[in-house]
């Protein structure tokens, strides 16, 4: 699978038997349908999380096309006060996080600082992680 942003080819990691697509390139991640509610399991706020999502229909950041189904997607702000913005296939193939939105995403959802999720993901990018 090719990255929507950079169009270079993705490596396929797996997390907790959740295959994932990583760009080496942009340090963006794209994630199937149902994936991330995988990822984020029992966390006590998973259900408010995914119930945050809403459209921003009027974002001028660019839209990129879903590595799929190549539509473009819409964008998707995510969390009480509209923390991050992401990319959500309109067919629902899956979404696009950029760089650290899925470590944020994976933090809103998780009242659990020592999550495990969070914690891998910190061992496997640690170095590209944002503050």
Not at 57 to 86: A, D, F
Not at 107 to 113: A, Q, T, V
């Amino acid at each position: 699978m090719d990255c929507p942003v950079c169009k270079k080819p993705m490596l396929v990691l797996e997390l907790h038997q959740i295959e994932m697509d990583y760009c080496q390139v942009c340090g963006g991640i794209w994630l199937d349908e149902g994936e991330l509610e995988l990822l984020l399991g029992d966390a006590g706020e998973k259900e408010k999380l995914m119930a945050s999502f809403s459209a921003d229909i009027e974002n001028p950041e660019k839209r990129h096309r879903c590595p799929v189904c190549s539509k473009r997607m819409n964008k998707v702000l995510v969390g009480r006060n509209n923390k991050v913005l992401l990319d959500k296939c309109k067919k629902n193939h899956g979404f696009w996080f950029d760089e650290g939105e899925l470590h944020e995403v994976i933090e809103l959802g998780s009242r659990d600082k020592n999550n495990k999720v969070l914690q891998l993901l910190n061992d496997m990018f640690a170095h590209k992680l944002k503050s």
